[in-house]
């Protein structure tokens, strides 16, 4: 588009050109007016064409005229008029209707701020709140006039009114309107952000060893003694003392009396059961070692080394058999027997401890053990990870016979 700044400067290309004592008119005017000429033909219509054609001629003859007489007050005059139409063109701009949001971008359904200024002063000038692109008959009772209310109050030029409920995440317009029409005066579109969803914090991966390491680490020191070692193994394997002792002789690696990490590690990656094999040794001489809790002690009574297969068809016979039994081998051999078969019975849940030991399935790792008393014998079942059980339920177990753990009085068992 072309404005009256175009053909000052053109004007002002001429002035200063014919400065020039060297300048000769009849070569520079053709081109002066080729250029006025491309910008008169971009204005709108025949008539002001012609009329901005005649005056720029005018001009151009003027400008020659002042400056072959008097080229010093044509420059001053050329000045004024250039500040004349700067100081038109600031307060046409000044005057022009602006809106603005604040904050720029609320938050959801949170009041924010419509400033205005050089709006109409008519008392029902209005601002309405739109869906971007809606029509606007369709402000969904989202308006306020200039006065801040949707009572007719005061007429203002400038200010500012507040949305107290705020909208919800989109793109919206703000716009105002002349009167209670729809005179469009100005508008601006802003946008309100939906939430971010909070940051997911990812677990730290759990080492179950570890984990296993610090339940039986009562003290807190970094390792296991005699003591914890003998808890810790007798929660997975029934040991007598002086099979504790031997696995601790065989890897306290650094001969410190005490089962650290490393070496706790590899006890749980051992096979155990060559500990427990019964021996004459054992059976005549047994070895004292420290406990907490002192197990049954293998009496030197002469007893078969053949435990007689008995089906047992429920918990109550296995504790009858058991009790026939002298040695504690015996004891561990005829439970070894029951492995394959599969014991029901109903478990009032009394009490849940994580389920620990050596090799678990994926299925069980991390899983629950349940504990309680079935026949008022003590009981726990290792129940696979992906039940979800809770202290005081009663649930029916199908499951076969992992050991008897005498220490803690209690048959271990795991669901099938």
Not at 41 to 52: E, F
Not at 200 to 217: H, K, M, R, S, Y
Request: glycine fraction near 6%; proline fraction near 6%.
């Amino acid at each position: 588009m072309v404005s009256e700044s175009d053909f000052i400067a053109a004007f002002q290309a001429y002035h200063d050109a014919l400065e020039d004592p060297a300048a000769k008119i009849d070569t520079i005017r053709p081109l002066v007016n080729q250029h006025l000429e491309g910008l008169i033909v971009r204005l709108p219509g025949v008539t002001v064409q012609n009329a901005a054609r005649q005056r720029a001629m005018v001009e151009l003859d003027r400008i020659e005229e002042m400056t072959k007489e008097k080229s010093v007050d044509a420059a001053a005059e050329i000045k004024e008029f250039e500040e004349e139409v700067r100081n038109r063109t600031r307060i046409e701009e000044s005057q022009v209707p602006t809106l603005f949001v604040e904050p720029e971008n609320p938050d959801p359904f949170t009041p924010f701020t419509v400033g205005f200024s050089d709006a109409s002063a008519d008392p029902s000038a209005w601002i309405g709140i739109y869906p971007t692109g809606a029509p606007h008959g369709e402000h969904g009772s989202n308006w306020l006039y200039v006065s801040g209310t949707n009572e007719m109050g005061e007429g203002r030029t400038a200010g500012s009114v507040t949305f107290g409920e705020g909208r919800p995440p989109g793109d919206f317009d703000a716009r105002l309107f002349r009167n209670n029409g729809h005179e469009l005066m100005a508008s601006v579109t802003f946008t309100i952000l939906a939430p971010e969803p909070p940051a997911t914090i990812e677990d730290e991966p759990v080492d179950p060893l570890q984990d296993a390491f610090n339940v039986f680490d009562r003290d807190g020191k970094g390792t296991i003694d005699l003591i914890e070692l003998g808890h810790m193994i007798n929660a997975v394997s029934e040991m007598s003392p002086e099979e504790v002792g031997n696995v601790l002789n065989d890897y306290d690696a650094d001969g410190d009396g005490v089962i650290n990490f490393e070496e706790f590690k590899a006890i749980m990656a051992a096979d155990l059961s060559r500990y427990t094999t019964p021996t004459k040794e054992a059976e005549s001489e047994p070895i004292e070692v420290r406990s907490v809790e002192e197990p049954e002690q293998e009496e030197s009574v002469s007893e078969p080394d053949v435990v007689i297969s008995t089906l047992a068809s429920s918990i109550a016979d296995v504790v009858s058999h058991l009790d026939t039994l002298k040695l504690f081998g015996a004891k561990r051999r005829y439970i070894e027997s029951l492995s394959d078969e599969v014991f029901d019975f109903t478990l009032k849940i009394e009490k849940m401890e994580k389920t620990i030991g050596i090799r678990l399935t994926n299925e069980f790792r991390g899983g629950e053990t349940c504990i309680g008393m079935v026949d008022d014998i003590g009981v726990g079942v290792r129940m696979p990870n992906t039940m979800e059980l809770s202290i005081g339920q009663e649930v029916f177990v199908e499951a076969k016979l992992l050991e008897y753990r005498s220490v803690v009085k209690r048959f271990e068992f795991e669901h099938l």
